[in-house]
């Protein structure tokens, strides 16, 4: 199995702040197709998991551009330009190249 | 707006079974692969189950290969997940996604399950 492995285990940011989450998979998630299934969630408290990022670095629909991603065959970033206080909450990236589908085990961001 | 809503979680014994729907709505349902990814309490997220569009692909991780029935009624906009010889680890949160370019999209609010004697 694909291992997802995220750091750090958890921030604290102030408002307005920038901060990046790392994700790093054992095995190069580049497909036969040639894209690369990395993905980034967020679960905010209390709530069910929200796309964010797809394929590495395509925002989600409603997703504002204060959050982009970067990174290619094992080493993946988030990047969170400007913390608002609505970003709290674990992310997660996730690959869906290889079966079976794994993810990483978070990145709980707190806010200051 | 996409809804997707599960039900037919609760409380069962360890061995018994255990059926999940989800009912969809707001997109075209039988145009997407779907999912079931569940999390335990205070615990990450781990992917359970996907079909295919027509429903004639299955996939597992061997954690539920061989217990775990995933399956989906497109006329009815609806997914299932039939759950067999359930154990104490099994007890979580079980959400349906829709997929879209092999990312899990839209999720529903979860339902509980609880594996206990």
């Known amino acids: 199995d694909v291992v997802m492995t995220q750091t750090p285990p958890s921030l604290s940011v102030a408002i307005g702040q920038s901060v990046s989450i790392s994700c790093k998979s054992s095995?190069?998630?580049?497909?036969?197709?040639?894209?690369?299934?990395l993905h980034w969630l967020l679960q905010s408290p209390g709530r069910s998991p929200k796309r964010l990022i797809y394929q590495v670095s395509n925002l989600g629909s409603g997703v504002p551009d204060r959050f982009s991603g970067t990174g290619s065959q094992k080493d993946f970033t988030l990047k969170i330009s400007r913390v608002e206080a609505e970003d709290l909450g674990v992310y997660y990236c996730a690959q869906t190249t290889h079966f079976p589908f794994t993810f990483g085990s978070g990145t709980k961001l707190e806010i200051k | 707006e996409v809804q997707l809503v599960e039900s037919g979680g609760g409380l069962v014994q360890p061995g018994r079974s255990l059926k999940l729907s989800c009912a969809a709505s707001g997109f075209t349902f039988s145009n997407y692969y779907m999912a079931w990814v569940r999390q335990a309490p205070k615990k990450g997220l781990e992917w359970v189950a996907t079909?295919?569009?027509?429903?004639?692909?299955?996939y597992y991780p061997d954690s539920v290969k061989g217990r775990f029935t995933i399956s989906r009624d497109n006329a009815k906009s609806s997914l299932y997940l039939q759950m067999n010889s359930l154990k104490s680890e099994d007890t979580a949160t079980y959400y349906c996604a829709s997929l879209y370019l092999r990312c899990f999209d839209y999720w529903g609010q979860g339902v509980m399950v609880t594996v206990s004697s």
């Open positions: 095995q190069s998630l580049v497909y036969s197709d040639g894209k690369t299934y």
């Open positions: 079909i295919s569009t027509s429903g004639s692909r299955t």
